[in-house]
């Protein structure tokens, strides 16, 4: 048999599968990842765990499935976008902690783009690459002894995973840096420098299913091509396979919408981005593929906090407290930001009409719909049309898919498969070794369609946003 790895790199854990050609999960395992927040907006994540944690889950998979590691045909990887790794060129070893996405620590220097009217985001990764140059040490000594590396966790893995033979990313996540110049296909000099870096510093860009390399034999058994990198949303929309016109929503650690502009860079509206979805080679190969996407800064991440202030037992159990709800509460799920369109680091969550006969699920239950609110604003703002395919952990939730298309007014088609962003590694690094994974069908799930009038859809979609628009003006 011969079968794809596909490796999923979030931000609060990894996700490592095998599947074979006709497309079927053979395994799949996880591990939660740490995050630290040593001050006020940090967001730091160990380079090394990250390393360890993805090789682990790797082995543990192949040996899951049963197979040989010359069963493997290949290895891709999906992951977090714009996170900033540092890391030593002779040694491979990390100088500092990740800055993560979601850090908020360059908000003022974003601030000051901003004001001059570059619609520039504290999530993009230029500023942490100043920050980082300007701030660490051991980033400063490499970068004096030509001895640095900076790049996205992709280019991390995939140099980790060939021994540091290889220094790649693709045009999914370097589009995401905001070094990179969708028109040229590579790093834009000017934009590098301004930000006090120099191109010599980052990844070289390539296809999204170049071969890099190989593992080496000890790692897993066998030399198995590392074939495919690509940013999470962008795997997850090819899993979908969309085209022009389609958009998908994943609800995971965050929630990301993104609507396919084909090969042509879309103009994208105030709070939303136009970013590269992919660039293929090979016989099959076509011009680079864009989408717009708008951002919705904690999806998954609320329902966590929810469980972590004990106003859910576990993730598990989300469906049967939210539907105990009698009057939900206002939530505005702004606990790390407000995302597309507002695009405000510093907003943070509102919980409100809140009385005495508030209960748990009623706040639960209010989450879901602050979630689904957002999605519904960034919906209408892409023009999506009258239907939008839902993936990621959060897409379990049938009171969930139901408040989305309730408050987007759109049909709901759940994916088949809900790791859609390891299913889409797993077969854009089949594609790069002449392999196949399958797209899964299952005529057995059904669409969902709005539930409520347009009358009630309005009203809670007004309240939310009178409420958001408080956490958006607050100091």
């Known amino acids: 048999m011969t079968a794809v790895a596909g490796l999923d790199v979030g931000t609060t854990s990894i996700r490592a599968g095998v599947f074979d050609e006709a497309g079927r999960r053979i395994s799949m395992t996880q591990r939660r990842l740490g995050i630290q927040h040593p001050f006020d907006g940090a967001v730091e994540q160990d380079p090394s765990e990250i390393r360890d944690v993805a090789v682990d889950l790797l082995r543990e998979a192949l040996k899951q499935s049963g197979l040989r590691s010359g069963d493997l045909a290949a290895i891709g ?19 500092c902690p990740a800055v993560g996405w979601q850090d908020t620590r360059t908000a003022d220097r974003v601030a000051e783009f901003r004001a001059n009217g570059i619609p520039l985001t504290t999530t993009a990764s230029c500023s942490k690459v100043e920050w980082l140059l300007a701030n ?25 995973l060939t021994s540091d033979d290889a220094f790649q990313t693709d045009p999914s996540n370097a589009g995401a840096t905001g070094f990179y110049d969708a028109q040229s296909g590579d790093w834009s000099e000017f934009v590098v420098e301004m930000f006090g870096a120099e191109v010599g510093l980052l990844p070289e860009v390539v296809a999204t299913n170049a071969v890099a390399g190989t593992t080496p034999v000890d790692l897993l058994g066998s030399a198995v091509p590392v074939a495919a990198r690509a940013g999470d949303q962008q795997a997850s929309c ?9 958009a998908k929503l994943t609800l995971g650690t965050s929630g990301m919408l993104d609507a396919s502009t084909g090969a042509v860079i879309g103009d994208a509206p105030d709070g939303t981005y136009a970013l590269p979805l992919w660039r293929l080679d090979g016989e099959d190969s076509e011009p680079d593929q864009f989408c717009i996407e708008g951002s919705i800064n904690t999806a998954g991440a609320v329902v966590e906090w929810l469980v972590s202030v004990g106003l859910l037992q576990d993730v598990e159990s989300l469906d049967g407290i939210a539907g105990q709800a009698r009057n939900p509460a206002v939530f505005v ?37 602050g979630i689904a609110a957002r999605a519904a604003q960034i919906a209408d703002l892409l ?7 839902v993936d990621g952990g959060l897409s379990r939730s049938t009171i969930m898919l139901q408040t989305v298309a309730d408050l987007t007014g759109r049909t709901v088609r759940p994916s088949t498969d809900v790791e859609t962003t390891l299913r889409g590694a797993a077969m854009l690094a ?11 069908v299952d005529d057995s799930i059904e669409p969902i369609d709005p539930s409520i009038s347009e009358d009630e859809r309005r ?17």
């Open 459 to 475: 009203e809670i979609r007004d309240r939310h946003e009178t409420f958001e628009a408080v956490t958006h003006s607050s100091p």
């Open 333 to 369: 799920p702004a606990m790390a930001g407000l995302g597309s369109p507002r695009l405000d680091p510093m907003a943070r969550a509102l919980i409100g009409a809140v009385g005495l006969d508030t209960t748990a699920p009623d706040i639960v239950a209010g989450a879901l719909r």
């Open 77 to 95: 990887i999906a992951n977090q976008r714009s996170t900033v790794v540092a890391w030593d060129a002779v040694t491979g070893q990390p100088l």
């Open 383 to 389: 023009d999506v049309g009258d239907e939008m395919l």
């Open 430 to 440: 089949a594609d790069a070794v002449g392999s196949r994974v399958a797209a899964p």
């Open 238 to 246: 090819y899993a979908h396979g969309i085209s022009q016109g389609e």
């Open 136 to 160: 660490e040490e051991s980033v400063m000594e490499a970068r004096r002894s030509s001895r640095l590396r900076l790049g996205t966790i992709d280019a991390w893995l995939t140099s980790a």
